[in-house]
């Protein structure tokens, strides 16, 4: 069975940092676009980070660009998302996401969701 596991939320003040994980099992997820998204209350669910297929390129929302850093580790099948410089506005639920297109920023492009992992930035 496809797992996507997120863990790593919590609560931190502004300007904080947090770092997110995401371990994949179930599939090669190596082959797959990995992305981090994440939804606010009332708000739809967002793109934030992206690896490719392959991971070979990486791309983020220009709300997080500079702040955000999307990584991976093959050998541990784990994602990361390194949060720095958190502001209030980046509080929400944050679910790591694979699908089978090369750029996965959508969600009408994701296949598989983690459960959620709550961020929340106090100011």
């Known amino acids: 069975q496809v797992q996507l596991v997120e863990s790593g939320g919590g609560s931190v003040q502004a300007g904080g940092s947090l770092r997110l994980s995401c371990v994949a099992s179930g599939f090669r997820y190596s082959e797959y676009c990995m992305g981090w998204f994440r939804q606010a209350p009332g708000k739809e669910r967002e793109g934030v980070a992206t690896?490719?297929?392959?991971?070979?390129?990486?791309y983020y929302a220009d709300s997080v660009k500079a702040r955000f850093t999307i990584s991976k580790d093959n050998t541990m099948n784990t994602v990361y998302l390194e949060m720095n410089s958190l502001k209030p506005e980046d509080t929400g639920m944050y679910y790591c996401?694979?699908?089978?297109?090369?750029?996965?920023?959508?969600?009408?492009?994701?296949?598989?969701w983690g459960q959620g992992t709550q961020v929340t930035v106090s100011s």
């Open positions: 996401a694979s699908g089978d297109v090369w750029v996965c920023d959508r969600v009408s492009q994701i296949n598989f």
């Open positions: 690896l490719s297929t392959g991971g070979s390129s990486t």
